[in-house]
Nanobody, 124 residues
Framework: VQLQASGGGLVQAGASLRLSCTFT?????????VGWFRQAPGKEREFVAS????????YYAESVKGRFTISRDDAKNTVYLQMNSLKPEDTAVYYC?????????????????WGQGTQVTVSS
């Protein structure tokens, strides 16, 4: 497994979770772009957050801006998504991606590798 996502779970509205995405060293060459997407039942996968190594900006979907934070720790080969003030509409399977290209902050084409997904369920 080249990317392993973890940290999902069942929480109440208002709670916090931190998702982790650990990648193996054989894909570390392809981690200039890191991102998180999510897919709710019956919906398409949507952009959540992303970062390009050569850019100090962090990019977020409007629906999560101010509540979620993307970060990376290259010493641990891990990308994080800190999620605060969770809402029931945040319920989805969350996927992490890493890649070597950058076609814009919301593009799924950036990513060469994807994690298997971790379920986040927020109850009201």
């Amino acid at each position: 497994v080249q990317l392993q996502a973890s940290g999902g779970g069942l929480v109440q509205a208002g709670a916090s979770l931190r998702l982790s995405c650990t990648f193996t060293t054989d894909v570390s060459w392809s981690t200039n772009a890191v991102g998180w997407f999510r897919q709710a039942p019956g919906k398409e996968r949507e952009f959540v957050a992303s970062k390009w190594r050569g850019d100090s900006n962090l990019y977020y979907a409007e629906s999560v801006k101010g509540r979620f934070t993307i970060s990376r720790d290259d010493a641990k080969n891990t990308v994080y998504l800190q999620m605060n003030s969770l809402k029931p509409e945040d319920t989805a399977v969350y996927y992490c991606g890493v890649g070597s290209s950058w076609y814009g902050p919301q593009s799924q084409v950036n990513y060469d590798y994807w994690g298997q997904g971790t379920q986040v369920t927020v109850s009201s």
